[in-house]
């Protein structure tokens, strides 16, 4: 099944948390619970990939913290065209996409495309294409990076165009 029109794997990046430090006091942000980093700039000193995607972009990070039994309905974000997620710890849960969620409001259907998460993985993420967050059991928490560019300004094929080309560009020939 052809994914990359929801998400993107981030190939050869390992997110590193050796310096990754939140603030214990979470905010509420489009529903989530969001604790903000206690020192952004040592996270993206401690990940290349970050590194590259700061001198393109302005940025903030923060991880969400998800609790058991929720589910995150299906929903487009609002302002955001995109964003960058990784995912670092979790027991059951489940991201899903979604085309047919919006399209006939008299369906009670859904064509579901997983995210299969692998931990500590930068996965580009659409937020355009309706999408769902089902936690089943334990904490759910993400390291996820929210853009200072709204959905007009950045979007998923912009932005994914360029990380394919930084990608392509550090592959060892």
Same mark, same amino acid.
């Given at each position: 099944?052809?994914? !990359?029109?929801?998400? #993107?794997?981030?190939?050869?990046?390992?997110? $590193?948390?050796? !310096?990754?430090?939140?603030?214990?006091?979470?905010?509420?942000? %489009?529903?989530?619970?969001?604790?903000? #980093?206690?020192?952004?700039?040592? +996270? *993206?000193?401690?990940?290349?990939?970050? /590194?590259?995607?700061?001198? /393109?972009?302005?940025?903030? &990070?923060?991880?969400?913290?998800?609790?058991?039994?929720?589910?995150?309905?299906?929903? @487009?974000?609002?302002? @955001?065209?995109? &964003?960058?997620? +990784?995912?670092? =710890?979790?027991?059951?849960?489940?991201?899903?996409?979604?085309?047919?969620?919006? =399209? =006939?409001? $008299?369906?009670?259907?859904? =064509?579901?495309?997983?995210?299969?998460?692998?931990?500590?993985?930068?996965?580009?993420? $659409? %937020?355009?294409?309706?999408?769902? +967050?089902? $936690?089943?059991?334990?904490?759910?928490?993400?390291?996820?990076?929210?853009?200072?560019? %709204?959905? /007009?300004?950045?979007?998923?094929? *912009? #932005?994914?165009?360029?990380?394919?080309?930084?990608?392509?560009?550090?592959?060892?020939?």
């Amino acid at each position: 099944m052809n994914t !990359n029109k929801y998400f #993107l794997e981030i190939p050869n990046q390992e997110f $590193n948390r050796k !310096n990754l430090q939140i603030y214990e006091k979470a905010f509420n942000h %489009n529903g989530l619970y969001t604790n903000p #980093l206690i020192n952004q700039e040592k +996270v *993206i000193e401690d990940n290349p990939f970050l /590194q590259w995607l700061d001198g /393109q972009y302005k940025f903030n &990070c923060g991880v969400i913290t998800t609790p058991p039994n929720t589910l995150y309905n299906f929903h @487009r974000d609002v302002s @955001r065209g995109v &964003c960058i997620n +990784v995912l670092l =710890d979790h027991e059951n849960s489940f991201t899903l996409f979604s085309n047919k969620v919006f =399209d =006939d409001n $008299n369906s009670h259907y859904a =064509d579901l495309t997983e995210l299969k998460y692998k931990q500590n993985k930068f996965y580009l993420f $659409n %937020n355009q294409i309706p999408h769902a +967050v089902f $936690n089943m059991e334990g904490n759910r928490s993400i390291f996820s990076i929210e853009f200072d560019l %709204n959905k /007009q300004k950045l979007s998923y094929p *912009i #932005l994914k165009q360029k990380i394919k080309k930084w990608i392509t560009s550090t592959i060892d020939t």
